[in-house]
Structures are given as C-alpha cells and as structure tokens.
C-alpha cells in the first residue's frame, strides 16, 4: 500500500476510535482531495501530521470534520426532480393519512425546507413530519435555526418557480431582526422538521418512512456503505415508498437495485419493492 | 516495442471541442484503452457530449457514472457540475466538491487521480483552454511515469492551457490535431489479431 493511502487508513481509524465519526468507508479519491486541503489550512504537510493534530488538539477535529462532511447545497436544488415530487410522487403520499419523509444528509437545512414548502403548497404538510439528518452537529445548529443570506435566498427564486411553485418564495421567509442581509424561515416550516444526528455509517433505522430523500451524499462512500445506506433506506420505506437521489446517482451499481423499483429514471426517483 | 495505456485522459476547455471531434473521428472500436474526457461547460448545460461525439464505427461514448467500472476502448464524458475521478480499483467516482479554477469538472481533478491508479499505463493530453486547469495535472501524470501530451501552441485556439502545461510539464509531447491523432492511433491500437 503506498503510504499516501496508508495515513488516510490511519487517520480514518484514529478518528473513529477516538471521536466516533466513521469516514473509513468513504470513496478514497475525493476524500484524499479534501484531507490534502485540511493540511493545508491546518498547516501540516502531511496526513499522518494532521493525525497528530486531531489527537492532541480536539479542537482542530471540528476544523476537520467541516472538510469530511460539509456539502453545499440550494433550496429546490434539480428543479426537475421537485417537479416530478410534486406531481407524480405527492399524490401518492397524499393517500397515507400520515405522511414521514427523511432528509438524509440534509446538511445546512436547504433540502428539508424545500421539502416542507412542497408539501405546504399541496395541502400535506400539516398531516408531514420531516426528518432531517446529519452527521455534521455545526450544519445541523445552522439548519435548525432556519437563518440563510437574503442573497443566496433570492437565488433560488428561479429553482422554485421551475419546481412549479404555486407562490413567491419570498413568502416563506422574513427579515431577521439581527441583520438586514439575514432572512429566517417561516416558524410553520420550521416546526414540522426535525433536525438530528444519524450516521448512514454507523446508525439504524429509526422510524418508517414513506419518502426519503438523499442526494449527492451516496457519490461519497464507496460501494459498502452505499450498499449498507441503501439498505437502511429499504428498511425504512413503508412497501410503495420512495426514495429520491442525486441526479447522477443511481442504483445501476449496487445489489440494492433489487429491491426498488424505477419510478422516474430521469430524476432519480426509485420506489420500494411491494415485495 | 509500442509502450501500451490502459485510459487516456483528455482535457481542455475554449476550443476543445473542435479538436476533439477530429481526434475522436479518427477511432474505431479497435481502440482499446478507456478515454476520460473532462471539457469546461457551463453547469447547467445537458449531459450531451457522448451524443455529439458520435460517430457511425466510433468506441463506445457515454457519460461517466459513480462507481462505474472503467472498461477499456470505451470513451467516457465527465457530466457538467461534477467532478470526475479515478478511484484504485479503477472505477470512476463523481463528487461536487468545490470548484478548482472556477471548473467543475475540473482537469486537475480527474488528472491527479488517474495519475494514482493507473501510474505508467496512463495518458494525460492537454488541449487548447483559456485557464491554467491542467497543469498541475498532468505533472502529477509525468510523475507517476504516465505520458504528458500537450497541444501544439500554434495549432490551440487559446493558449492557456496548454502553455500552463508546457510550463508544468517541459518535456510534454507537443502535437498538433493530426499529430495527436496518429499518437493515439500508434499506442492504442492493436493490429495483432
């Protein structure tokens, strides 16, 4: 093994010894793209040094862990793939008297407000709850808060139109009192999702759903974990349920295509098997 | 005796696209390394260009997929607003990780980690681009004992690129469109059947 690879193992098996956060299943070649960013901003040369780092100063893992974990995402992010939620996959949900749907990976919240103004603007989101999960406890503090920049807000005026919004976007959120550039999602949203810890690594199941959504997270792990989250996914999913990815994730690679069907090939929707 | 690749990667971004199409028309299905290609486009664009690539007795085109097993004599296209990589098990990752020279995809990117999994049975070529994404990629090609390619100054449309190469990289290969083609032809053809 060249050493290069060696020290990545290494680092992945002190942090999960020591911290908990398992990174060791994760695809090598962005992750190494990234660690050789953390040296540089942590001012080491080598991973084996920003070992050392995150050993001795637990306050660098934090620094860390926003190098492993932190996507940037947009509200109604492939508009297409909202679009096909609203009109194909909705009125399915709209047949359950309750509904659940999980937003995994939800990082700093984009996804699962977008999720819970769809279900607004169809009437369900008063009979939703939205589970939101990270592994990133900072994303998740931001997240819950409902706070983004007005700037990048106005910026997915035009995603949400195109994922047929039936309103300005502008009316799902207001001015903070703390800073003219600051907005905060409406307490409605808000209060119908709920923001928490889970691993796709290391956690379970932790309740059935009927729509789970997580994007451009399973291009991170390598083919076992993706093969261990898509599981948990089945697991989860009532029969009938659907689980939404990436658009250019698929199931074309995994043993897990046996147990979803296709729903929408080109947005990536997949439904669980009846079976 | 021909020194032999197992995948070629290509990048390039502002008047690549022409190049690429005469290279590309010059193939047949007796090609047998992998092609990855990664051209600037803009993010929103469609994931077209195995489509416009395409012609009749041309490899096998198509866009490159997570976790897709590279297969030889097969050209794959990174899709726009993604990176693509190389993992060791030579398989092809995407990730959107942050843009590197304001690209993604970026050559850099799929370069470097190419560079690690295949070593000597890799080419890298630069084509003709208005940044300097690259570069740094095909050094770490050079020093993984790969082959530097880089297009001829007087034949690119824009320099950039491949002048940021030439600079990275000095005892690059230069060739111009026709030049590259033959190169291509001569280490990846097999005539003994």
Known sequence: MAIA???????????????????????????????????????????????????????????????????????????GFFLALRRQVLPVLATYPSIKVWCAGCSA?????????????????????????????????????????????????????????????????HASQDSKDLVIMDASLRRKITF??????????????????????LIYFDHALQTRALRLFSDSLVRGGFLGLGSKESLRFTEASEQFTDFSLPERIYRRKAS | MTRRFDLVVIGGSAGAIEVLGKVLAGLTDRFSPAVAIVIHLPPEGPNVLHEVFATPGSPPMKPAEDKEPINPGTIYFAPPDYHLLVESGRTFALSQDDRLHFSRPAVDVLFESAAEAYGDRLMGVILSGANSDGAQGLRAVADAGGMAVVQALESAEMI??????????????????????????????LNDR
């Open chain 1, 5 to 79: 690879e060696l020290e990545v193992r290494l680092l992945l098996e002190a942090i999960f010894d020591r911290y908990h956060y398992d990174f060791r299943s994760y695809a090598m070649a962005s992750l190494k793209r990234r660690l050789a960013q953390a040296c540089d901003s942590l001012h080491v040369t080598t991973v084996s040094g920003l070992q050392e780092r995150v050993l001795h100063e637990p306050e660098s893992f934090s620094q860390l862990l926003q190098y492993l974990t932190v996507q940037v995402s947009d509200m109604f992010r492939d508009p």
């Open chain 1, 109 to 173: 919240g984009e996804e699962a407000y977008s999720l819970a103004i769809l279900l607004h603007e169809e009437g369900l989101l008063d009979r939703s709850i939205i589970y939101a999960t990270d592994i990133n406890a900072q994303s998740l503090r931001m997240a819950s808060t409902g706070v983004f920049t007005l700037e990048r807000l106005r910026g997915f005026t035009e995603n949400h139109r195109r994922a047929g919004g039936k309103c300005s976007l502008s009316d799902y959120y």
């Open chain 1, 196 to 217: 928490s810890d889970h691993s796709l690594a290391t956690d379970n199941v932790f309740s059935e759903m009927h729509l789970i959504t997580c994007r451009n997270v």
């Open chain 2, 160 to 189: 950039a690129m491949p002048a940021a190469a030439l600079e990275a990289v000095p005892d690059s290969i230069e060739v111009n469109v026709s030049a590259l083609a033959d190169l291509l032809r001569t280490h990846g053809v």
